[in-house]
């Protein structure tokens, strides 16, 4: 490649940056905009601010962000390991369940693949 070529790319790449810089900035001005307007709503109705407001909607709704913390690791037994196989083997999709048994859907491909047989 050319130095020329290489002079070419990189213009283009800042021209790129540049859209992408200036989408970012109206992007952020606008969130601000609404997270005054919040901010303003919330202290007219008897809130500190809009997180207050957004934390009881929440509470309301029965919205949550989860606990922030990371998944609990399962620990794979014999037992789980055959209940799983036969829940598959018996019709239920491997989906299904992973959601039930709160497995991750790899973990369930796992065993039915014979992954965890030396347990």
Do not use: C, P, W
Not at 46 to 61: C, E, P, S, V
Not at 74 to 86: H, M, N, V, W, Y
Request: zero cysteines; aromatic letters at 6%; glycine letters at 12%.
């Amino acid at each position: 490649m050319s130095v020329y070529s290489q002079l070419r790319d990189l213009q283009k790449e800042e021209r790129k940056i540049a859209l992408k810089k200036k989408r970012l900035e109206k992007k952020a001005a606008r969130d601000e905009g609404l997270k005054q307007k919040v901010d303003a709503f919330a202290s007219e109705n008897g809130f500190r601010n809009g997180k207050a407001l957004t934390k009881q909607l929440a509470d309301i709704y029965g919205v949550s962000g989860g606990d922030g913390g990371r998944r609990k690791r399962t620990k794979i037994t014999g037992e789980l390991r055959d209940a799983i196989k036969s829940e598959v083997g018996g019709g239920a999709s491997k989906n299904s369940v992973s959601k039930n048994r709160g497995i991750s859907y790899i973990v369930v491909d796992k065993i039915t693949k014979g992954g965890y047989d030396h347990l």
